[in-house]
């Protein structure tokens, strides 16, 4: 079989992914369509500043607002913030720790399109008589009351596409604990890598009691289940509890990657090892353990009395103390270095105040008095964007552009890429800063208008304004994309030219099969040390040129994934419509008999042979 | 890997299950998804304590009148027992005995298949005395933690089915044999729940 | 403790500077003007908290802003090559002992306050003839309206809380449909109002709310409820003990006091009669139950429909069309009251000239 890329007709290339199973191609589907879905989130999100620019307006009405504000959270939560991480997990894990492939590429496949179909029946909610209207956290008895279809897209979107995120996350986890090369040990794995780890370890103990929440509410608004119904025993409670054990965990989940991603770029454009790497991965691990514990901070207004909101308000706190460690290794790494400006680390500066910023205001509302103020205002709206934007969003923006030229062999625009960090920058402060203020004056959130005689009309306008600051960064940012993309540069190996990890190493563009030869892992920051010895290929093998196992491509996963979404629809109208239960099943068939078909043929993939590989450059050096 | 090369007991490896990258990829990512599973049912026994004996004013359902022991402890020991004979199917792998091996899997999923055949007795015997699905927050959550668990059951069956079936001519080799284990340790989790149902929910419930 | 606290303010000047740079918001409804014992211990430990933070970004952004400036790439130079250093004991100790030192100092206030403002024991306390001491409001969240009972008092009201000025006053708080959640921004934080169960706190009013300039203290439902969530408010009216205690009178002689006056008045409880009373009980003295909001205090309201301004059309608007001014509510629409019409301009005239009537304050 010929390993040189040829020119694909249009169906080709749609069926190629379609079936693949690299993970170098589901880490482009990630970025699609989870960039797709930040689009969306972000039109949303600017319908809600202009309806809130001034008061009393009418621009959205007070049932339709609650619909995107409700589909604005759980979009970019589940839908844009996530599978973005992913795609960079996919892009960059398995080539940092030397690695062919995830452990279980078709199950990586499998995850996607769990995630995608989920993603689009929830949004189908749009077409289909009305979105999810009870808040992304969709509490109980509102969301039990909630009339129409809305929540059902809300409970079953979630259920699949959260199955989609289970599966990535043991797929990471597998492939971390199992296929790291030759000396990569646990202590030499980069940043990036311990991340992903502990983040994939959240998401599988974090994800099932979100997957039980969400089946309890499809039980008792399709199937006449009664967990929520007060009136039969039940008790709404129950959903505040498993949603936040979900819920908290799910915040690390976003924001330990995203601190990956500035562990490694900080290093490499200051030109220096990451300062205190073994402190750097305790407080990540130790991050990940302290979010389970926290989860009831959410509901220090529920009523679950002194002592336990004393406990889960000291235990908050705690988690101050390793990100507060991380804060300042980031900024010892810098200092005595050689600082680049480049796009990505100006996210990278970027992010420490922001991060900073609502990391403080984190421990305000830890202290649980305060809280009773604080909670569900708009001082709670800031908190939260200042961690998941200052945090997260400049984590992704940041490894769009650091990550670009490793996964398309080109680099986006960097005059551009600054331009757009700093409408970002100044759009995102401007936005948020002042509705901690806009929630200490007493302003309640998820409110669809307020009235003029309270004070906080000159705040509201001020955000609004901002947020236009934002979508204009969003828009040079896709028109850098698509001129990047008509251009087509191509960059090489170590575009950056100050990498250090061994996903820099690899030839581009990156060949299918990743690593030619397995590499030999000599220490912390493979490719630094291979440069800094002056080896020019890049990298120290452990093994001679061999046969290379590859698993075949396949079109099962997307017909698995596409058999829940059919079978969505079935559950959605059950009661309802004649024709809801044998769709349940018709679904359900189509999923298991696909499942069933994989499992009856053996499926032992392909050799890429040892003479072809010595024939094929595998890009160039 | 090379499905045609033959192995005599000797040769077998000793764990074969994790003899190859793609096994122990199975092995380590089914341990973890079991871990994924128990704070599911974590979860589900959590919302089922929280909302036992709970209902309509007046409900005379109550954990203490609704349970027959009798019954539960014969599932249990059903299931209990098909957890030992699925230990000598295991046995029998790695002894690359594959004959003996299908024949004890045979009888863990005869085993299987009687539990469940209880169990869904024991539904029906509840929905006809009222206790329906809807008729309370108790029997909501009480169906729904134990009917989970016979779902894994079900899953089981079926899964333990159809390695049977599609092996059954092939014999055992390095590919299949970390599938039997994984599905032998799904097997033994499902046990390992149950017994926790019968604890919790059954026993604390009959007897407090 | 609190003198503890207020020793912090000064180490929080600077941010309380930038608070009151953009100004403290309004006084009946901002948490930065506290007009309680609860919302003050409150807005003591965000001084504390903002203090401490304050410290906390200071440090961080003299370190980044040094290193930003002495260790950039066109300063250094292009080829300069950093020492690989691997880290530091010493200071990774340093800066995880200084955050835990911090933090116990923010952890010791924010026990003790948890535990004092989840004191309800004085609710229970009676005085020799067995009559509850403190005045304790039964408080019921409704899709966008307010209850509040005081069973001791054998009254009932509804959208405008009444409270006497400087004492404990106890809630117990529980939603009709789903949940809601209680909140005074100036008098405290709030509580969720649970649809299975009473939460228990209190609050102290230490202002006169005739002081404001609104004459009320604006009140909140905090917790995402359906569409007119945002319009779910209520007021407070804060009265001397005195004053309060002559409200309570004549909220229980409303039944009789509530005669019409004028001809307009009395066609208009004619109309009341036959269409409105179903739900609406227009007697201060009862129980808590009500269908919709109790009206014995109508007259004396601050608001209509818990948001409009307080005008005669304001409450044609609303009668004529409830689900256009509060989508989502339960209030029936004129329609389905008259005959399948709207009330003609005399009716609604004379509705509201009823409605002003009812009055336990003038």
Known sequence: MSLIAEKKSFGAVLWDYLTTVDHKKIAILYLIAGGIFFIIGGIEAMLIRIQLAVPDNDFVAAGLYNQILTMHGTTMIFLAAMPLLFAFMNAVVPLQIGARDVAFPFLNSLGFWMFFFGGIFLNLSWFMGGAPDAGWTSYASLSIASPGHGIDFYALGLQISGGGTLIAGINFLVTIINMRAPGMTYMRMPLFTWSTFVASALVLFAFPPLTVGLFLMIFDRMFSGNFFNHLLGGNTIIWEHLFWIFGHPEVYILALPAFGIFSEIIPTFARKRLFGYSAMVFATVLIGFLGFMVWAHHMFTTGMGATANAIFAVATMAIAVPTGVKIFNWLLTMWGGNVKFTTPMLYALGFIPSFVAGGVTGVMQASAPLDYQLHDTYFIVAHFHYVIIGGVVFGLLAGLHFYWPLMFNTMLNETLGKITFWLFFIGFHATFFIQHFLGLLGMPRRVFTYGADQGWDLFNLISSYGAIFMAVAVVVLVANIIMTIAKNQPVGRDPWEDGRTLEWAIPQPVPFYNFKQTPLVRGLDTYWIEKQEGNKEGMTYAEPVMDIHMPNNSIIPFIMAFGLFVGAFGALFNGEKAWAVPVLILGLLITFISMGARSLKDDLGYHIHKEDLLNDKGGKH | MDLNSKYTPQSWPEHPEQATLEGKNKFVGFWLFLGGETVLFASLFATYLALKNKGPSGMEFTTQGLFELPLVFIMTMLLLTSSLTSVYAMYHMRNYNFKAMQAWLMITVLLGAAFLGFEIYEFNHYVHLGFTYDQSAFSTAFFTLVGTHGLHVLIGLGWIILLMIRNAKRGLNLYNAPKYYVASLYWHFIDVVWVFIFTVVYLMGALE | ?362
């Open chain 3, 1 to 362: 403790m609190i003198k503890g606290i207020k020793k912090w303010r000064l180490f929080s000047l600077l941010a309380a500077l930038t608070v009151f740079l953009s100004g403290c918001g309004e006084e009946y409804i901002s948490t930065l003007t506290p007009a309680g014992q609860v919302a003050s211990d409150q807005l003591d430990l965000m001084y504390l908290s903002t203090g401490i933070m304050v410290l906390v970004i200071i440090v961080v952004m003299i370190v980044y802003i040094l290193t930003i400036v002495k260790f950039r790439r066109s300063k250094v130079g292009e080829n300069m090559m950093p020492k690989q250093v691997e880290g530091s004991h010493t200071l990774e100790l340093i800066w995880t002992i200084i955050p835990i030192v911090l933090l116990l100092i923010l952890t010791v206030p924010t026990v003790v306050v948890t535990y004092n403002l989840a004191d309800v024991s004085g609710m229970d306390k009676k005085d020799e003839e067995g009559n509850a001491t403190a005045v304790t409001v039964n408080v019921k969240a409704n899709l966008y309206w307010w209850e509040f009972e005081y069973p001791d008092l054998g009254i009932v009201t509804a959208q405008e809380l009444v409270v006497p000025t400087d004492e404990k006053v106890y809630f117990n708080l529980i939603a009709a449909d789903v949940k809601h959640s209680f909140w005074i921004p100036a008098v405290g934080g709030k509580l969720d109002t649970n649809v299975e169960n009473v939460n228990t706190f209190y609050l102290e009013f230490d202002k006169p709310s005739n002081e404001l300039e609104t004459g009320v203290f604006y009140g909140k439902c905090a917790e995402l409820c359906g569409p007119s969530h945002a319009l779910m408010d209520f007021k407070v009216k804060s009265l001397e003990r005195t004053e309060f205690n002559e409200w309570v009178t004549n909220m229980k002689d409303s039944a009789e006091a509530q005669a019409p006056q004028g001809d307009l008045a009395l066609q208009g409880q004619e109309i009341f009669a036959t269409s409105c009373i179903a739900c609406h009980a227009i007697s201060g003295e009862g129980s808590t139950g009500g269908v919709g909001p109790n009206l014995a205090t109508f007259g004396d309201r601050n608001r209509v429909a818990g948001y409009m301004d307080y005008t005669e059309d304001n409450i044609k608007k609303w009668i004529n069309d409830p689900e256009e001014y509060k989508p989502g509510n339960l209030m029936p629409q004129p329609e389905d009251l008259n005959d399948g019409k709207k009330y003609t301009e005399q009716e609604l005239s004379a509705l509201a000239e009823y409605l002003m009537g009812l009055s336990v304050e003038k």
